[in-house]
């Protein structure tokens, strides 16, 4: 059974930190690029960062450059997402998401691209 199995989010201050964590299971991880999306009330889902099959190419909004870090661990079938200086406007439903790509292909930032969805896991930042 495919899979996308995200860790729980949480509340934090802004400011805080927080790393989700997204398990996958059913397929082969490792032929797969990964994104990070989120989306805010009444917004649409939006690229939040993705990393290639091999881990070695990265990519990320603007919004969040130089705040967070996408990462895998392709023997642990993992993807990641480290939150630095959290902000109020980073409060969404956080996904993790799946593309066939090419070993160092960076994946797409376009939703409808995506092969594979985990469930959503909120992320709260308080002022």
């Known amino acids: 059974q495919v899979q996308l199995l995200e860790s729980e989010g949480g509340l934090v201050q802004a400011g805080g930190s927080l790393r989700l964590s997204c398990v996958a299971s059913g397929w082969t991880f490792s032929t797969y690029g990964m994104g990070w999306f989120r989306q805010a009330p009444g917004k649409e889902r939006e690229f939040v960062a993705g990393?290639?099959?091999?881990?070695?190419?990265?990519d990320y909004a603007d919004s969040v450059k130089g705040r967070f870090t996408i990462s895998r661990d392709n023997a642990k079938n993992t993807l990641y997402l480290q939150m630095n200086s959290l902000k109020v406007e980073d409060t969404a439903v956080y996904y993790c998401?799946?593309?066939?790509?090419?070993?160092?292909?960076?994946?797409?930032?376009?939703?409808?691209?995506?092969?594979?969805w985990g469930q959503g896991t909120q992320v709260t930042v308080s002022s």
């Open positions: 998401a799946a593309v066939p790509s090419g070993w160092h292909a960076l994946p797409p930032s376009k939703t409808d691209e995506y092969t594979y």
């Open positions: 990393i290639s099959p091999s881990g070695g190419g990265t």
